[in-house]
C-alpha cells in the first residue's frame, strides 16, 4: 500500500516536503512517480525516479524548485517542493510503475496511493 503525506497549507515561496511511503512491499524495484491533480484539471506528472535513484526526471512547471529522491532502506521517496507557488495547489499522489520507459505519464503507472492536498497562499 502507496500512501503519500505531507501536504498542507503554506504560503507563496515557503517549502513542504511529500513522502511516499509503502508498507507491505518493496520499492525498490520500481521507478516513482509524483502525480499532481487540481480542480477541474487533468493529472499531470510532476516527477519521476527511476528504481536506484540515478535518473530523475521533472516537468518544466517545477524544474529548479522540486527534488525528488528516494531512500529504499526507509522503502520512501520525497518530493522536496521549495518556491512554492500558488498554481502548485493540487492533490499530490505517488504512483509506481514497472517500466523502464521514461514516462510521466498517469495511464504508464500502475499502482497509486491516496493522495495529500498541498494548498499555496499568496
Known amino acids: 500500500q502507496l500512501q503519500a503525506s505531507g501536504g498542507g497549507l503554506v504560503q507563496a515561496e515557503g517549502s513542504l516536503r511529500l513522502s511516499c511511503a509503502a508498507s507491505?512491499?518493496?520499492?525498490?524495484?520500481?521507478?516513482i512517480g509524483w502525480f499532481r491533480q487540481a480542480p477541474g484539471k487533468e493529472r499531470e506528472g510532476v516527477s519521476r525516479?527511476?528504481?536506484?535513484?540515478?535518473?530523475?526526471n521533472y516537468a518544466d512547471s517545477v524544474k529548479g524548485r522540486f527534488t525528488i529522491s528516494r531512500d529504499n532502506a526507509k522503502n520512501t521517496v520525497y518530493l522536496q517542493m521549495n518556491s512554492l507557488k500558488p498554481e502548485d495547489t493540487a492533490v499530490y499522489y505517488c504512483a509506481t510503475t514497472t517500466r523502464t520507459i521514461i514516462s510521466m505519464t498517469p495511464a504508464d503507472y500502475d499502482y497509486w496511493g491516496q493522495g495529500t492536498q498541498v494548498t499555496v497562499s499568496s
Open positions: 507491505g512491499s518493496t520499492l525498490d524495484h520500481y521507478a
Open positions: 525516479v527511476n528504481s536506484r535513484g540515478t535518473i530523475k
